[in-house]
C-alpha cells in the first residue's frame, strides 16, 4: 500500500533498496508510538519459536504470512462508543405483531423470512437447514420463532 503512494521512479534505486525502503517506511508506520497510532491486534506467538522455524523475516514458519491485523487507537474508540451506545436501553420500541401490521404481514411470516434472508452458510449443527439442503418446516420456524431456541431442523 505504501508503495502506491510512492513516485513511479526513485532516483535509480535498485530493486533490493526499494524493498528495504518500503520495509522501513512500512516500519515507521507500525512503529505503536507513530504518527498513525497504530495498534497490532494480532497475539504474539504463545511460546518462544526456534531459529530452525523462523523465515528469512523472522517470522514463525506455523504463521501465515500477511496475517498480522491492525487497528487504530481511534477505531478502537470509535468501537468502544458503539458497543456503549447499544448497550442502551430504554429506546423507543414497538410492539413485534404491531410493526408487522403496519408492514402488512403477520409476525410469523416477517420473521421467519427475516430468519430465511440472514441464514449462514456452514452453519454448525445444520442451524438453517436440513441435511440435504431442504429448509425447515414453516411449523418448525413458526416454533423456532415463538420459543426463540436456536433455528429447527427439519426430520
Avoid: C
Avoid at 504463545?46 to 504463521?63: E, K
Avoid at 496475517?67 to 477505531?75: F, L, P
Avoid at 456503549?84 to 408487522?100: K, L
Amino acid at each position: 500500500m505504501i508503495s502506491r503512494h510512492l513516485p513511479g521512479f526513485l532516483g535509480g534505486l535498485s530493486g533490493d533498496q526499494v524493498t528495504s525502503l518500503l520495509e522501513e517506511l512500512a516500519g515507521e508506520a507500525l512503529r505503536p508510538d507513530g504518527p498513525g497510532g497504530i495498534v497490532q491486534l494480532t497475539a504474539p506467538d504463545m511460546v518462544p519459536v526456534p531459529q530452525a522455524y523462523r523465515r528469512a523475516d523472522g517470522l514463525s514458519l506455523w504463521r501465515r504470512h500477511g496475517a498480522e491485523v491492525y487497528t487504530t487507537h481511534e477505531m478502537l474508540d470509535a468501537e468502544a462508543r458503539l458497543l456503549h451506545a447499544a448497550a442502551q436501553t430504554g429506546a423507543p420500541a414497538i410492539e413485534p405483531e404491531r410493526a408487522a401490521a403496519a408492514l402488512g404481514a403477520d409476525r410469523t411470516r416477517i420473521e421467519a423470512r427475516l430468519w430465511r434472508d440472514h441464514a449462514q452458510p456452514g452453519a454448525p449443527d445444520g442451524a438453517n437447514a436440513a441435511p440435504g439442503g431442504r429448509a425447515a418446516s414453516a411449523e418448525k420456524q413458526r416454533a423456532w420463532l415463538t420459543t426463540r431456541r436456536r433455528p429447527p431442523t427439519a426430520s
